[in-house]
């Protein structure tokens, strides 16, 4: 039995393109992405698990995982390994893709136009145990302009303001050693320990206008 997975399907902020996914109800799902004003239609194996679709604010560039085929999520479950994704970047002006392993989320930065956050899996099964153990993964910040990117370490929660213009990311690492909450400016590239402490921080909310946060 085949059918649309409606409930996530999106449509670009320019309503000019229009992705969902597809296939049947335990096998490999197909993702169609297709422009609104003609008969163009691109389509992407994205495995077995269902994925989330995003586009950035300005309409350039479309998001969405790819998991493992059907059958070898199944063998992992069996086995008790973790099923890695991979994340999927779409330039909408040519379909050039670039791809990256082990993602476990990601997020465009809002207003701007310029920035995807990618924070990646550790690859293992096994939840951090005991209060000092470090919680916090790589996070990749890539510029979709200049293909740049830029590695910050043990980040274990992250968020753009409104305007994408900064950054506020959390480091829990081993030992809760440099343990903070930062902030960064994505225009002049700069970053401000707001706070260092032997502590654990998570939950960043930026207010609607993005000129403050909370966390816990």
């Given at each position: 039995?085949e ?10 902020a ?29 389509a ?5 698990l269902?994925?989330?679709i ?59 136009n ?7 899996d ?23 302009i ?5 590695n ?39 970053t401000?320990a707001?706070e ?21």
């Amino acid at each position: 039995w085949e059918y649309i997975r409606t409930n996530g399907a999106q449509a670009s902020a320019d309503g000019k393109w229009f992705a969902y996914v597809a296939g049947p109800t335990q096998g490999d799902l197909t993702l169609s992405l297709r422009k609104t004003q003609d008969t163009t239609n691109y389509a992407y194996k994205i495995g077995g698990l269902n994925s989330a679709i995003s586009f950035n604010n300005n309409s350039e560039f479309i998001a969405f995982y790819e998991s493992p085929n059907f059958k070898e999520i199944k063998a992992n479950e069996k086995a008790k390994k973790p099923n890695s994704r991979k994340l999927k970047l779409v330039s909408l002006k040519d379909t050039a893709t670039t791809t990256f392993n082990n993602v476990q989320s990601y997020t465009f930065a809002n207003e701007d136009n310029k920035w995807i956050a990618i924070r990646f899996d550790t690859g293992s099964s096994v939840p951090p145990r005991g209060d000092d153990a470090a919680k916090g993964n790589d996070l990749l910040l890539y510029n979709l302009i200049t293909k740049k990117s830029y590695n910050l370490g043990n980040v274990s929660d992250y968020s753009f303001n409104k305007s994408g213009q900064f950054l506020a990311y959390i480091v829990d690492a081993n030992g809760k050693n440099g343990n903070g909450i930062f902030l960064m400016n994505l225009t002049s590239g700069t970053t401000n320990a707001l706070e260092n402490d032997k502590a654990n921080y998570s939950k960043i909310a930026w207010n609607k206008e993005g000129t403050a946060f909370s966390l816990l």
